[in-house]
């Protein structure tokens, strides 16, 4: 089993950066695939980025490339997500999830899941 809590969200000016960070629990967390998800208000959850288990492989939504970036620290088990050049509509809850598959970018492909963390971006 894995326990995932996001942080580094927070309020930050169109054009600004902010670094989420997802820390988890579990012995097996180098077997995972981890993603990172998003909710706006109003809106379902869309993909944002995936890494794969050793780190080898990254995909992203189209909406943020070239300004986002994943990575990850087995030995840490901790992820991260890099966000540049932020947009306000990057405003959303962010959410950083764990899978079995080997980089999937489907929700329901997801088992565990942590409680989300807030990015306001203003214009």
């Known amino acids: 089993q894995v326990q995932l809590v996001e942080s580094g969200g927070g309020s930050v000016q169109a054009g600004g950066s902010l670094r989420l960070s997802c820390a988890a629990s579990?012995?097996?967390?180098?077997?995972?695939?981890m993603g990172w998800f998003r909710q706006a208000p109003g809106k379902e959850r869309e993909f944002v980025s995936v890494?794969?288990?050793?780190?080898?492989?990254?995909y992203y939504a189209d909406s943020v490339k070239g300004r986002f970036t994943i990575s990850r620290d087995n030995a840490k088990k901790s992820v991260w997500l890099q966000m540049n050049s932020l947009k306000p509509d990057d405003t959303a809850v962010y959410y950083c999830?764990?899978?079995?598959?080997?980089?999937?970018?489907?929700?329901?492909?997801?088992?565990?899941w942590g409680q989300g963390t807030q990015v306001t971006v203003s214009s």
């Open positions: 999830a764990a899978s079995m598959s080997i980089a999937p970018m489907t929700e329901s492909r997801y088992d565990y």
């Open positions: 579990g012995r097996t967390f180098s077997s995972y695939a």
């Open positions: 890494i794969s288990w050793r780190g080898g492989s990254t």
